[in-house]
Structure formats: C-alpha cells, structure tokens
C-alpha cells in the first residue's frame, strides 16, 4: 500500500472484504517491520506461520488464520 494510505482504513477494509468473501484457511505475507500489518493480521486472529528472507535484508512473515 502507498504510504499516502496509511493509517486511512483502507488495509482494513481490503482485509474484512477478503475475510467476507473467502472460506477456508487464509495466508498472508508483509515484511517482518512492517508493524501496522502485522499488528493488524495479529488483531483479526492471524498467527504468523513462518518467516523467510526472499532476499538480503528483507524478512517477511506469513500470517494464517484458520477458518471452517
């Protein structure tokens, strides 16, 4: 997301339209300092699953949330 978006809402609402138009297991991914995300994925019940370096410096997260 732009940072001109952020702390707007909008994560948020890409988030609950994924969540209300899904069923099942959802992963996502940001990177491991990107706190609003993972704070945010944290706070709609996401667990982080795993984390990798896809490349030099940069370590990202996958969060999971189970579902039915």
Do not use: I
């Not at 969540?19 to 491991?32: C, I, K, W, Y």
């Not at 990107?34 to 984390?51: E, I």
Request: no cysteine; net charge positive; glycine share 8%.
């Amino acid at each position: 997301m732009h940072p001109d978006a952020f702390r707007r809402g909008h994560a948020t609402a890409l988030l609950h339209h994924l969540l209300d138009t899904t069923t099942g297991p959802v992963t996502v991914s940001t990177a491991e300092a990107n706190t609003p995300a993972t704070t945010l994925y944290r706070r709609h019940g996401f667990t982080p699953t795993r984390r990798f370096e896809p490349e030099p410096g940069l370590t990202v997260v996958a969060f999971r949330l189970q579902r039915g």
